[in-house]
Nanobody, 119 residues
Framework: QVQFVESGGGLVQPGGSLRLSCSVSGITVRLAPMAWYRQAPGKQRELVARIGNSGTTDSAESVKGRLTVSRDNAKNTVYLQMNSLKPEDTAVYYC?????????????WGQGTQVTVSS
């Protein structure tokens, strides 16, 4: 059974930084594409960044250059480094295995971690 445990969220001022962690069990992150998603109040969940099996990464235009995904194979953990945060980054952040083609999460969701960007 695949499980995701997200952590590292919190309240941060605009321009600040956070690093989110996603501890994964049931799959080996170095063998599977992984992605970070977010869901803001009243909005649909969206994919913000992904990392492929080979380690290549990409991100949504809205976060490009500010949010970066990485992984630690030894810890079977995926990270999201968030810099230059903006109020519009406020959301609950989740990780999951992206479905080929659609990019939607393919497994059951974890509890997520809340990120609030506010002064």
């Amino acid at each position: 059974q695949v499980q995701f445990v997200e952590s590292g969220g919190g309240l941060v001022q605009p321009g600040g930084s956070l690093r989110l962690s996603c501890s994964v069990s049931g799959i080996t992150v170095r063998l599977a594409p992984m992605a970070w998603y977010r869901q803001a109040p009243g909005k649909q969940r969206e994919l913000v960044a992904r990392i492929g099996n080979s380690g290549t990464t990409d991100s949504a235009e809205s976060v490009k250059g500010r949010l970066t995904v990485s992984r630690d194979n030894a810890k079977n953990t995926v990270y999201l480094q968030m810099n230059s945060l903006k109020p519009e980054d406020t959301a609950v952040y989740y990780c999951n295995v992206p479905t080929p083609g659609t990019g939607s999460g393919s497994r059951s969701w974890g509890q997520g971690t809340q990120v609030t960007v506010s002064s």
